[in-house]
Each structure stands twice: as C-alpha cells, then as structure tokens.
C-alpha cells in the first residue's frame, strides 16, 4: 500500500513539473504569439481595401462585376495567407508555416480535380462575361439549341425556346461550342 501513494506521489510530481514546464514556455512564447496576432490582424483587415486598390485598374479591362469580385477576393486571400505565413515565422511555427503553404497548393490541386467541371464553367463564365458575345433577350443557338436568351448566371445561361422551355446551358458548353 505504501508503495502505490509513493507511486502517486511521484506520478504527481512529475505531472506538476511538467505542467509548470508548459506555463513557463508559454510565458516565454506570449510575446511573439501577441506581435505575430498583431501582424496577422493588421494583413487581415488590409485585405479588403488593398485588393480593392489593386482591382480598381481591372475596371478599365473588364466592367464585368464577376470577373472583378473573383479577382478581388483572390488577392484578398493572397493577402491574408501571408499575413497567416508571417504570424507563424513570427511565432517560431516556420515548418508549420511552410506545411501550410504546401498544404494549400496540395489543397488546390485536390479542389481542382474534384471540382474540374464546376472550375470549367466558372472560368467559361469569366472569359464569357469579359467577351460578351450576347445579351438578355437576343436569338441564338448554340450546339443546336435555339431560344432567347433569358437569365444569365455565375455557370449557366438559359435560354427560352420558341415552344416556351427553359434550356439551361453550363458555360463550358457554350464557351466550346460555335454560337449563333
């Protein structure tokens, strides 16, 4: 018996070192933590205004709203991926860091694959929505539909045909196909 509270007692001793070990390193790291948190706050919050700044010339390129609200937002997230990237060097997270920016491009690579017909038909979308080959209520026909043009989307159009059906029809096929 008096060997199993000895046991305990240095079960204890060792749990409370080591906790008192822990508080004492995040006392040290405190610090760097709070400027790092500074910094990724200051990247964070500076994301929506400069890439605002940066789109601003895209305007004379392209009045789609599409096309600038996609580059907007990857610059803001450009941004905020470095902020994210500084906070943890700052930190002492250097391999962290760069497993994150690893991890990111891996991640995209990933979305790509799984996502390839949705990512099809949202670059179809912003190349169209740059060319504007037609407009809300023109005729055309494209891969042998035929209608009016009716409602414009983020992926698809649809069209109206002369017998009153809706035709819904992803970019990527317009964007591949001849339109008349």
Known sequence: MASDSLGLMD??????????????ATIRVMPSFVIGLLVFLIFFFLAKP????LVHPIGYISTSNLVQNVVRR????????????????IVGLTQAALAIVSGTGLLGI????AFKDVA???ISSLLLSVQRP???GDVIEVQGL????????????TLVDFDGNHIQIPY?????????
């Open 11 to 24: 079960t204890l001793n060792i749990l409370s070192a080591q906790l008192l070990e822990l508080w004492q």
């Open 50 to 53: 400069f890439s605002a700044l």
């Open 74 to 89: 990857a610059i803001s997230l450009f941004i905020i991926l470095i902020g994210l990237y500084i906070f943890l060097s």
């Open 110 to 113: 990933i979305i790509g694959f």
């Open 120 to 122: 099809e038909n949202f």
């Open 134 to 136: 037609f407009l809300i």
């Open 146 to 157: 035929k209608g009016v043009v009716n409602k414009v989307t983020a992926l698809d159009t």
């Open 172 to 180: 990527a096929t317009i964007y591949k196909n001849v339109i008349k």
